[in-house]
């Protein structure tokens, strides 16, 4: 019998998008990391260090990301999954983003009764399975 995979839930407040976290320098046409980001990434890690998360090995790790939208503007899920992996990448916890295999869940938004967070707040609940050992 296939032993259960290890389960690690981590809740992200307020993470920028893609375009937020790397703008367009519009004189070079690079993209930097801006302030924004780089204070999402220092959060990040700290949280992801708070939930005493291991350094994953290099082979696939499932991410399961549930949405919570302060509002009932739409948004593309996309933009937010390279601010998550590429925070687990600056903390150490995996070698490369390349690994990662995102699963989009649920959006819950301000007028729905199960919303179990505040209205106004931002955020994904950020679940990340592994084999066990």
Not at 10 to 22: A, D, F, G, K, Q
Not at 108 to 113: A, G, T
């Amino acid at each position: 019998m296939k032993p259960e995979p290890k389960k690690y839930s981590i809740w992200l407040e307020e993470v920028p998008s893609e375009n937020t976290l790397y703008p367009t320098n519009f004189k070079t046409g690079m993209r930097f990391l801006s302030s924004k980001g780089k204070e999402f990434k220092q959060r990040a890690i700290a949280s992801f260090f708070e939930a005493k998360l291991p350094k994953f090995p290099t082979k696939e790790l499932v991410i399961e990301l549930t949405a919570f939208w302060r509002n009932m503007r739409r948004a593309d899920m996309m933009n937010y999954h390279k601010a998550i992996a590429d925070a687990l990448k600056a903390g150490g916890f995996i070698e490369d983003d390349w690994i990662v295999l995102m699963r989009d869940m649920a959006y819950y938004y301000p007028d729905n009764p199960k919303r179990t967070i505040p209205k106004g707040i931002q955020g994904f609940m950020v679940t990340i399975y592994t084999e066990a050992e």
